[in-house]
């Protein structure tokens, strides 16, 4: 399903992986963090609400962060390769133009609105709501207009009194689960399943990953993990080199998953963290690759490769006057022509001295998407444990939402 191999030495002692492993087992069996344990959920409700959408053309998921970005992740990775009838769009932005280009494509009697936001309160997500709400004439009191939205959000939280008093149709998200860490639960799970991907199989790729991690049959992760901790001011910057197009979504999940997880003050009060950069290949080879082979040595790269893209597209036995030095490639797929890509990006970065490892995903499927999903999840966790510090809180956000209130209080 997916592989793993590193082109650098860990140096990582069985003691130290045992260390690690302990601590991040006794956190899995605590039950306190909820993203381990969302795998194995019931489904059955999601899918009844799906078979009722049949009037659905379109679906709009009002939300940020981790509120939309991993659903938006699995669904450009997953949409060429199944057969969908619905659209999807995303509003995520408070932009008054990015507003407008979403919302003009929009006829409101054949959409799902599904506002989420955890805490029930986040002020882009709420400000978005009202902007629908106004603009399309929303009446809660009549049912064909509440038909149109879904919330997604905590029990009891300010939106879910708000959908309680208009009887909206509610998804609940667990306490112990942080936006970021939220794509197993409802946030991904409900627009997924309406798309009509197989969640099911979603969660098993993840439910692969998990199972062989805590039986302690897969230690490349605690090895990447502590290598990534105990170099993390010789290489503080952590870029992921995905190829094909189509990862730029993921690229940006990963971005805010490391970012907001990694950044912190640690039990010293000293501040540590780990930037994320993420790069989509073939494109970012002619701006960043430069950088990476002949710039400063202060990086790690991760690259990921599909093996089987599922399309044998090729390049044309077309040979162009004064182009016949491209004339190598003719013949070949698309799909080579990308894998020898990264193949010869990634060597020439290992040759300039930079740490690598890659990931190897055999194709576009719901399985190995959730396991990848996971993967990245489980990696965050295990660094964070690695540095002592706490991967689920976000003190730097919640103080810039203070700021944020206090400039528009009268």
């Known amino acids: 399903m997916i592989k793993n191999d590193f082109f650098y030495d860990t140096q990582v002692s ?16 605590k039950k306190e963090i909820g993203y381990y344990h969302l795998l194995e959920r019931d489904t ?29 992740a699995i669904h450009q990775l997953l949409f060429l390769s199944k057969r969908n009838n619905k659209k999807i769009s995303f509003l995520e932005s408070v932009g008054p133009n990015a507003i407008k280009a979403v919302l003009s494509k929009i006829d409101f009697e054949e959409s799902l609105f599904l506002i989420i936001s955890k805490s029930g309160g986040t002020i882009e997500t ?3 709501f009202k902007y629908i709400i106004e603009k399309y ?13 879904c919330i997604i959000t905590d029990k009891d939280s300010k939106l879910d009194k ?27 799970l409900v627009p997924l399943a309406i798309l009509g991907y197989k969640i099911d199989k979603f969660l098993q790729g993840a439910m692969v990953l998990r199972e062989k991690f805590f039986e302690h049959k897969y230690d490349k992760l605690l090895e990447k993990a502590i290598f990534l ?27 805010q998953l490391w970012g907001e997880s990694l950044g912190k003050i640690d039990e010293d009060g000293k501040r540590v963290g780990l930037t994320p950069v993420g790069l989509v290949g073939s494109v970012d080879q002619h701006s960043f690759l430069q950088l990476l082979t002949q710039g400063a040595i202060d990086k790690t790269v991760t690259f990921i490769k599909v093996n089987d893209f599922k399309n044998n597209i090729k390049i044309p036995n077309i040979s162009l006057p004064f182009l016949e030095d491209t004339d190598y490639t003719n ?17 020439s970065v290992i040759k300039n001295g930079i740490s690598v490892d890659i990931i190897e995903i055999d194709d576009f499927s719901e399985k190995s998407i959730g396991y990848l999903i996971f993967y ?34 009268i």
């Not at 004439?137 to 939205?149: G, N, Q």
Request: hydrophobic share 35%.
């Open 376 to 409: 990245f999840e489980l990696l965050t966790s295990l660094t964070a444990k690695a540095m002592n510090i706490d991967a689920y809180d976000q003190p730097g956000v919640e103080e810039g939402k203070k700021i944020l209130k206090s400039k528009f209080k």
């Open 137 to 149: 004439s929303v009446d809660f009191d009549d049912h064909e207009d509440r038909e149109h939205f």
């Open 44 to 72: 059955e409700e999601i899918k009844r609400y799906k078979k009722s959408l049949d009037w659905v053309k379109r679906i709009i998921v009002v939300g940020i962060g981790g509120s939309s970005l991993g659903t938006r």
């Open 331 to 347: 013949g070949h797929s698309f799909n080579e022509l990308i894998n020898s890509q990264c193949d010869a990006t990634m060597e």
């Open 229 to 255: 901790s105990r170099n993390r001011k010789k290489f503080p910057i952590n870029v992921l080199f995905s190829y094909s197009s189509t990862f730029k979504a993921f690229n940006e999940w990963y971005v």
């Open 126 to 128: 709420i400000s978005n």
């Open 14 to 29: 069985k003691k130290e992986k045992d260390e690690l492993f302990k601590k991040i087992k006794d956190e899995y069996l």
């Open 162 to 188: 708000f959908a309680k008093r208009y009887d909206l149709k509610r998804f609940y998200l667990p306490d112990e689960v942080g936006g970021r860490f939220s794509v197993f639960s409802e946030v991904g």
